[in-house]
């Protein structure tokens, strides 16, 4: 490890530190949302675009991925990203658009569906894709939601839970066929929240590795019990 002396202070350098740190210096630009490692290369979604990382350990952007990528999903064959122009995927020759919708956020799986995923959209609800030998199509938009849906999650039972911050937590239940919302709840101090209505889903596995969500506000987490419909701390 060196100490240098400098105009202003002294900096220590840890020569032998397991960590890299990469910014613009690298070419990686924008603000950091997502990565996945894929086909022994490291992808980065940004505010600015999808980028890889190269031989020489330096990013460039993917050819046509330039605007604000999201998140990614992740097959054996393909990753996908969503992304503000569509939904990009991504194989070991070629990068593509695949969906006509634009300002797309997150994925997620249906636990009782798993050839399904479903896309958050800024303007559009929910997207329905099918997995078919490992690629995801657009199979249609899910009827019944047509409002912003940014942060989500799913449960055990396939139940939509987001955050929105003029209605509140809403619970989202889907038809069995996945193409229709059928009931919409919403949930407000009355079920045991606070009146600030942030509050954000979470899905985690317990130490019993059961997929469970917590919910949490500026000050507390919370449990949600399915039988009483309400929220303890």
């Known amino acids: 490890n060196i100490w240098a002396a400098l105009n202003h202070g002294i900096s220590y350098i840890i020569n032998n530190s ?64 969503s992304h503000f122009n569509g939904i990009f995927e991504i194989g070991i020759n070629h990068v ?3 969906s006509p919708y634009k300002l797309t956020w997150r994925f997620a ?25 490992e690629r995801l199509f657009i199979k249609n938009r899910i009827k019944g939601f047509d409002h912003e849906v940014i942060f989500y999650t799913v449960d055990e039972y396939g139940d939509i839970w987001m955050s929105n911050t003029d209605k509140g937590l809403i619970r989202l239940q889907i038809n069995e066929s996945c193409d229709s919302i059928t009931k919409i709840d919403y949930y407000t101090d009355t079920n045991g929240l606070p009146k600030d209505k942030i509050v954000a ?17 500026a000050n507390s987490v919370y449990n949600f019990n399915r039988k009483t419909e309400k929220f303890t701390i």
């Open 201 to 217: 889903p979470f899905l985690f596995k317990s130490q019993t590795n059961h997929p469970e969500i917590i919910y949490f506000t």
């Open 109 to 133: 799986k249906l636990p009782n569906h798993k050839d399904l995923v479903i896309a958050s959209t800024r303007h559009y609800g929910f997207l329905l894709l099918q997995i078919e030998n």
């Open 96 to 98: 593509k658009n695949i």
């Open 18 to 81: 397991a960590f890299n740190f990469y910014n613009e210096s690298n070419g990686l630009k924008g603000s950091i949302n997502d990565v996945v490692y894929f086909n022994n290369k490291l992808y980065v979604c940004t505010s600015l675009g999808i980028f890889v990382q190269n031989k020489h350990g330096n990013f460039e952007m993917l050819p046509g991925t330039k605007g604000d990528g999201r998140s990614f999903y992740k097959t054996e064959k393909y990753i996908y990203c």
